[in-house]
């Protein structure tokens, strides 16, 4: 029995196979029904007491050692086998795609807008969005306590009473007028603020595009010019425009734009108040005390002005019906114009 159980023991100790099957083949022979260890305890039961009494205790060993034998080894060989499933990487695979930005629709539209003036010479500028009273209201004639400028309701900071959140981009004309000489051909697209309530319809940010031209003999029909070659490389070849009279401070004459969209169905009934006319802008002859404020000579220059509301453009092409989600940046809203213009 001792040499038996030595050599058994001998044989366990040693046994160091890493294959599945050589493992499954050393359980059957070891512990399986008609194993080894069946076999020995069989023989033990055949013992006299006093000699069960003494190989009781090896047996048992014995048993443990190869039971723990088959389980290390199963589990060497699982973590081994999951280490080889990671290096074989298939490499058909489908990668996983990075996702594209785009570009929001008040950035597209605000391309497109300097690129159609670009191209007939306008350069683009911009200009501070804190901005001081001068620049946003007294140089364009909006003089201290004048009615004109509850026109738009202002932000003011604490900190400097002279200073405001720009409520317009025409703060970026003085600009332009007192750094630079005529002949001055500006575009200054903009994030301009209001205090105003939030709505469908209107929001306290938005952006606007203001054009500037100024030179000698600028003429009311060189803004009308210019402003239907605009509406027509935006809007499409045969849009017509027209102009009404407006008031701004800071222009004379002063006129509104709108450009003929239609009345075609339901919704340009009412995006056009059903009157088919759009209105986009507003304009005029820069007004001749103006030119003064900023250093330039009215007797000898003479330029136009106009400003839109990007958001707005925006929500009439892309047919926004809600101001207010052109700034939750929701992705799902903003991907549907990644292929857009
Ligand atoms: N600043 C005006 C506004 O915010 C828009 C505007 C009107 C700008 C007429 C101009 C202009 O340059 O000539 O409502």
């Not at 994030?191 to 105003?196: G, L, M």
């Not at 939030?198 to 940010?205: F, Q």
Request: aromatic content about 10%; proline content about 4%.
């Amino acid at each position: 029995m001792e040499s038996k159980i030595k050599k058994l023991l001998e044989d366990v100790e040693s046994f160091n196979e890493l294959t599945a099957e050589k493992v499954e083949d050393f359980r059957i022979k070891y512990l399986g029904r008609k194993g080894l260890l069946t076999t020995l305890f069989n023989d033990f039961k055949a013992l006299p007491s006093d000699e069960k009494r003494k190989w009781g205790k090896p047996i048992n060993e014995l048993k443990a050692k190869a039971t723990n034998k088959v389980a290390s080894l199963k589990e060497k060989l699982n973590s081994s086998s999951d280490s080889e499933k990671s290096d074989q990487k298939d490499w058909t695979r489908e990668g996983l795609g990075v996702k594209l930005g785009s570009r929001h629709p008040v950035n597209l539209v605000k391309n497109e807008i300097v690129n159609i003036f670009e191209r007939i010479g306008f350069n683009v500028s911009e200009g501070p969005e804190v901005e001081d009273d001068w620049h946003n209201f007294t140089a364009l004639n909006f003089p201290e306590e004048h009615p004109a400028r509850d026109m738009q309701d202002t932000f003011f900071v604490e900190r400097n009473p002279d200073w405001a959140l720009r409520t317009h981009t025409s703060s970026v004309q003085v600009r332009m007028m007192e750094s630079e000489k005529p002949p001055i051909r500006t575009i200054s697209p903009g994030r301009v603020f209001r205090n105003e309530a939030i709505s469908a319809r209107s929001h306290c940010i938005f952006h606007q595009i203001e054009g500037l031209y100024i030179d000698e003999n600028v003429s009311f029909a060189d803004l009308k010019q210019t402003l239907l070659y605009f509406a027509q490389e935006f809007f499409g070849k045969d849009t017509k425009i027209r102009l009404r009279p407006s008031y701004f401070p800071f222009t004379e004459p002063s006129a509104e734009v709108d450009v003929y969209w239609g009345l075609k169905n339901e919704v340009d009934y009412r995006m056009t108040k059903g009157t088919g006319w759009l209105e986009v802008m507003g304009c005029g002859m820069v007004d001749p005390s103006v030119l003064d404020n900023c250093g330039i000579d009215s007797k000898k220059y003479s330029g136009y002005a106009f400003g839109m509301g990007v958001e707005r453009i925006a929500m009439q092409r892309f047919q926004i019906s809600d101001i207010r989600l052109l700034f939750e940046n929701d992705q799902k809203f903003l991907e549907q114009f990644s292929s857009a213009l």
